[in-house]
């Protein structure tokens, strides 16, 4: 028995722990907050150029079609980006902009080589014509409140020689009740323990379906600049919870359908951990609407956190199948010399 619950214990443990080392992978790395910024509009209109902001406010994206040369220009008037005609993006590496971008809060050190009065020295980055950067000129600088509670903004580029502006705002939302998301959690928890107490291998009739939205998520954040990591290890982790849903379901008979659950339960864990931030913020950083986004992590919580304690609570007190023996002493009565006890507590007939 010892054995059967080591070999549940490590891999959920490990689960656990890489969800927590599964957070944002970068110090730049998109985290949900209470400030929105949207693009507003491209004027003049110029066909070839799609903006927007992703990651709630964390950073400006630029499409240009083929065909199109753009130039960004930096804090101090100076080229920042390009993307050429045939989708290279390039980066001025002389530009103050290119080393302050580096993260969100701009606290890094400008190497004296970043000179916007020098010639641009271009260095390729890229290729597809996209780009997405964090511009400080979008996003609210400061962790408190912004007043005005809206601001606008604007990023002037320059598109084949001709000056054209990117305009948008961004504005203070308030944030949700956090009291219940942690109550649809408890809700789910709920319903996942009556659901599975008499028989463990159910839980994956909720734990199923919440690794089937961990990986609608993950496939989500995979798409947010810098949250390939995230979205990999929701993806992975959403997985790992369906298919130990279906390995438990599958050996309902056998005696590891609990550690397959209470490994399904330790995945949604692990994914829920690094991003519980969101009940507490209004904007979140993928595109998906956010009470999708809140539903996946408290339902991780609840169905995670209550077949995580089910699987256990079935590797080390499992049921006793038809056929199995029991001890004399279990009967708590007579048992006449000769006969052997069964499961169904009464004697059988001695052996020939």
């Known amino acids: 028995m010892r054995r059967v619950v080591r070999w549940a214990l490590v891999p959920a443990g490990a689960l656990v722990w890489l969800g927590l080392l599964a957070g944002p992978a970068a110090a730049d790395a998109a985290r949900p907050g209470d400030v929105r910024s949207q693009v507003t509009a491209v004027t003049p209109s110029s066909a070839g150029i799609h903006a927007e902001v992703l990651g709630g406010d964390s950073f400006l994206h630029l499409r240009v079609d083929p065909g199109t040369q753009v130039v960004v220009i930096g804090y101090q008037d100076e080229p920042y980006l390009r993307v050429a005609a045939d989708g290279t993006v390039q980066v001025n590496d002389r530009s103050p902009a290119r080393w302050l971008n580096e993260k969100r809060l701009a606290d890094v050190p400008v190497p004296p080589s970043a000179d916007p009065t ?23 600088m400061a962790t408190t409140k912004p007043e005005p509670p809206v601001r606008e903004w604007s990023v002037p580029l320059r598109v084949d020689d001709r000056a054209v502006t990117i305009e948008g705002n961004y504005a203070y939302v308030t944030p949700p009740p956090i009291w219940l998301w942690w109550a649809v959690a408890a809700a789910i928890a709920m319903l996942t323990t009556v659901v ?70 330790a995945a949604l ?16 950083i993928t595109q998906l609407p956010a009470a999708l986004d809140r539903l996946s992590v408290a339902a991780a919580v609840g169905a995670g956190g209550a077949a995580l304690a089910l699987g256990f609570r079935a590797v080390a007190n499992p049921a006793p199948r038809p056929g199995d023996e029991v001890a004399p002493g279990q009967l708590g009565g007579y048992q006449p010399s000769g006969t052997r006890a069964s499961a169904s507590g009464g004697p059988q007939e001695p052996r020939s």
Request: net charge positive; aromatic share 12%; proline share 5%.
């Open 269 to 284: 864990i692990a994914y829920a951990l690094p991003r519980i931030t969101v009940f507490e913020h209004a904007v979140l």
């Open 118 to 140: 020098r010639p641009p020295a271009w260095r390729t980055i890229g290729h597809g014509g996209s780009v997405s950067w964090h511009d400080h000129r979008t996003h609210w």
């Open 196 to 265: 599975a107490w008499s028989r463990v291998a159910l839980a994956g009739a909720v734990v199923g379906p919440t690794g089937v939205l961990a990986v609608v998520v993950g496939w989500a954040l995979w798409r947010v600049p810098g949250g390939n990591s995230a979205g990999a290890t929701a993806l992975g982790l959403g997985a790992i919870a369906v298919a130990g849903a279906v390995a438990g379901w599958w050996g309902r008979r056998g005696t590891y359908a609990g550690a397959f659950v209470a490994a399904s339960g």
